[in-house]
């Protein structure tokens, strides 16, 4: 299962993009790469997954290099209501056996 | 509506009361697993099941049984608690194949006394 690194926590201004790198460089060639939202006493929520090059969805944006030994999470005019913690997953099958979320990163949205 | 439920929500128990935590899925997915969430720990994964009468132990097992009788539900049972399995735990369930997501329940908090 491929580790994954993230930063801790960022900051933020209402209007502003947000791109949170997670770092995978064990990333094995079946792995897709999933981000998760969690508000606080909430379940994570699916917000994309991607395996390689660019993903776009209603909500974000997912960046993927050539070597997919990182990905970039891309969140277009931050509100207030964004604010959560945002986890990086890499696997091949999400099924279980160790499926592991790693800290996240903490997105605090300010006015 | 596609989701994973979870009951109860809230529970304030003590020590050695067994109790279970009952978790269902209405999306006919094969595989469940059961989280368990502290601060500054994360999630981590306590069993997970990829099909009928199929479950293994995920990263931290102790203290917890699981069952998987029919496909939808997918029991956490602690047979004697103790303050340490104080906790918020997530149910989550996923198609089977790969890249396939998790969707996770609404959590139920525990309190053991």
């Known amino acids: 299962l491929a580790k994954t690194t993230q930063p801790i926590s960022m900051d933020s201004y209402e209007g502003q993009e947000v791109n949170i790198t997670c770092s995978h460089n064990n990333i094995a060639t079946n792995d897709y790469i999933t981000w998760y939202q969690q508000f606080p006493s909430q379940g994570p929520r699916f917000i994309i997954q991607?395996?390689?090059t660019k993903v776009t969805n209603e909500v974000a944006s997912l960046f993927i290099p050539a070597d997919r030994k990182s990905s970039t999470l891309s969140l277009p005019r931050v509100s207030l209501s964004d604010t959560a913690v945002y986890y990086c997953?890499?696997?091949?099958?999400?099924?279980?056996?160790?499926?592991?979320f790693g800290g996240g990163t903490r997105l605090m949205v300010k006015p | 509506e596609a989701q994973v439920t979870q009951n109860p929500r809230y529970l304030i128990t003590v020590t050695g009361k067994k109790l279970t935590v009952t978790c269902s899925q209405n999306m006919n997915h094969e595989y469940m697993s059961w989280y368990r969430q502290d601060p500054g720990l994360g999630l981590r994964q306590i069993y997970y099941?990829?099909?009928?009468?199929?479950?293994d132990k995920g990263d931290v097992p102790e203290g917890y049984k699981v069952s998987r009788k029919e496909k939808r539900n997918f029991p956490l049972i602690l047979e004697s608690p103790s303050p340490n399995q104080t906790s918020l735990y997530f149910c989550?369930?996923?198609?089977?194949?790969?890249?396939?997501?998790?969707?996770f329940g609404p959590g139920t908090r525990l309190l053991v006394l």
């Open positions: 997953l890499v696997a091949g099958n999400n099924a279980g056996n160790m499926l592991t």
């Open positions: 991607g395996y390689k």
């Open positions: 099941s990829m099909n009928v009468e199929v479950t």
């Open positions: 989550a369930s996923t198609k089977a194949g790969v890249g396939e997501t998790q969707y």
